[in-house]
């Protein structure tokens, strides 16, 4: 019997990316625009998509500059596919994003993991408690976590609720169960992507 096929193993590709002034609630503007852009990418499962991070405007929303970033989490099989994105202009939501160098990096075996938002399929904060441990049971997952702020995104048939989540104390095995597979529905849209947190 062979060894796990590494090219399934999922890694970060972080892009440049610059243009005007994006809305708070972009996934999904962004996910279509990527998706059209790179059909390949709705033929994925695995793929995630972080929101775009870039400097806040307050209520005005968010404006890119040299320092932000669209992070994709992918099989490493589908780098040399992803590099084709750079130089491509998208249409977010009536922005023009222009996608500019890759980096990659692999996964690291951090003790302590954040995501901004998990998607909850129930309709409380308990609920959420409940699914959350079902689902780290299913990863062999056993870290402490702590629930954060309740947030709401638009998604394809309507809004999608979720809440930030932190888990500590991970074992190196568990850390990088838990970034390969994440947690939850709409990963497309940035739910369930956990990151390093110091």
């Known amino acids: 019997m062979g060894g796990p096929d590494a090219t399934l193993t999922p890694l970060d590709m972080a892009f440049a990316v610059s243009g005007g002034r994006l809305e708070r609630d972009h996934s999904l503007a962004l ?4 998706a059209a852009a790179a059909p390949w990418l709705a033929e994925e499962e ?5 929101p775009i991070r870039a400097a806040s ?3 005005e929303g968010l ?6 970033r669209l992070l994709l989490r992918l099989p490493e099989a589908r780098v040399a596919a992803a590099l084709a994105l750079c130089g491509t202009r998208l249409d977010v939501g009536g922005t023009a994003v222009t996608i500019g160098l890759a980096k990659t990096r692999p ?5 302590t993991l954040y995501a901004h938002r998990v998607a909850a399929a129930g ?4 609920a959420f408690v409940a ?4 689902e780290l049971g299913a990863l062999g997952v056993r870290g402490d976590f702590v629930v954060g702020r309740r947030s709401v995104t638009r998604g394809p048939s309507g809004a999608l609720a979720g809440y930030s989540l932190m888990l500590a104390e991970l074992s ?4 990088l169960a838990l970034q390969a597979a994440g947690l939850g529905a709409h990963r497309r849209l940035g739910f369930g992507v956990f990151v390093g947190h110091k």
């Open 63 to 68: 404006v890119l500059g040299r320092h932000s």
């Open 46 to 50: 695995t793929v995630a998509v972080q």
């Open 123 to 126: 309709a409380d904060e308990a």
């Open 31 to 34: 996910w279509q625009a990527l």
């Open 107 to 111: 996964l690291a075996p951090h003790r």
């Open 57 to 59: 405007l307050g209520a």
């Open 172 to 175: 190196p095995q568990e850390s």
């Open 131 to 134: 699914q959350v441990r079902r």
